[in-house]
C-alpha cells in the first residue's frame, strides 16, 4: 500500500477533517504510542497503520478495503 492509499482509506472510511485530525491526534498503543502520522513519518509501512487505526476505531473487516471504485479507463 502507499500512502496515497492510505489516506484515500482514511478519508473514505471518517471524512477529510475528521480523518486527518485522526491521524494527527490518535496515539495508538499498537504503533508504539506513535499518532498514524509519526508512524508514517518514521516509516512504519502504511498498511500497518491503517490496520492499527482500523483496529482502534471499530471499523468493521468488511469496511478496510474502501470503497468500491469503477476501473479507470
Known amino acids: 500500500m502507499r500512502v496515497s492509499e492510505f489516506w484515500t482509506l482514511v478519508e473514505d472510511e471518517f471524512g477529510s477533517a475528521y480523518g486527518r485530525s485522526l491521524a494527527h491526534d490518535q496515539v495508538l498503543l499498537a504503533l508504539e504510542d506513535r499518532t498514524p ?3 508514517l513519518d518514521a516509516g512504519v509501512e502504511p498498511k500497518a497503520v491503517w490496520l492499527a487505526l482500523c483496529d ?4 468493521p473487516p468488511e469496511r478496510r478495503l474502501g470503497r468500491d471504485r469503477p476501473p479507470r479507463r
Open 37 to 39: 502520522l509519526q508512524a
Open 56 to 59: 482502534a476505531m471499530d471499523v
